[in-house]
């Protein structure tokens, strides 16, 4: 994406520092967004195979997926209308 310090893109990226991805003691995954724009945002779970598993919109800064996975590889697409960000977690 390109960007122009001195043109205002209307939008606000979210950084790989602002996002959190994590294993909850529930086995769930839990992210937690820093950048309070979760409200443009929404959270896809892929399999190590690459197979969509969900999709959902993110409601609020800390979100938790509700849905237990079985131990393997996950990667966590964070999407907002600026830009993505996939994280890897591994679940046991």
Same mark, same amino acid.
């Given at each position: 994406?390109?960007?122009?310090? #001195?043109?205002?893109?209307?939008?606000?990226?979210?950084?790989?520092?602002?996002?959190?991805?994590?294993?909850?003691?529930?086995?769930?995954?839990?992210? %937690?967004?820093?950048? %309070?724009?979760?409200?443009?945002? #929404?959270?896809?779970?892929?399999?190590?195979?690459?197979?969509?598993?969900?999709?959902?919109?993110?409601?609020?800064?800390?979100?938790?997926?509700?849905?237990?996975?079985?131990?393997?590889?996950?990667?966590?697409?964070?999407?907002?209308?600026?830009?993505?960000?996939? %994280?890897?977690?591994?679940?046991?």
């Amino acid at each position: 994406m390109y960007k122009s310090a #001195s043109v205002p893109t209307g939008s606000n990226p979210i950084t790989n520092d602002e996002l959190i991805v994590y294993k909850n003691a529930d086995n769930q995954i839990a992210i %937690k967004n820093n950048s %309070k724009l979760y409200n443009n945002s #929404s959270v896809t779970i892929y399999n190590a195979m690459g197979q969509e598993l969900m999709n959902k919109q993110i409601t609020n800064a800390a979100f938790v997926v509700n849905t237990h996975l079985s131990s393997g590889v996950y990667f966590v697409k964070v999407n907002n209308t600026a830009n993505s960000i996939t %994280k890897k977690i591994i679940i046991k």
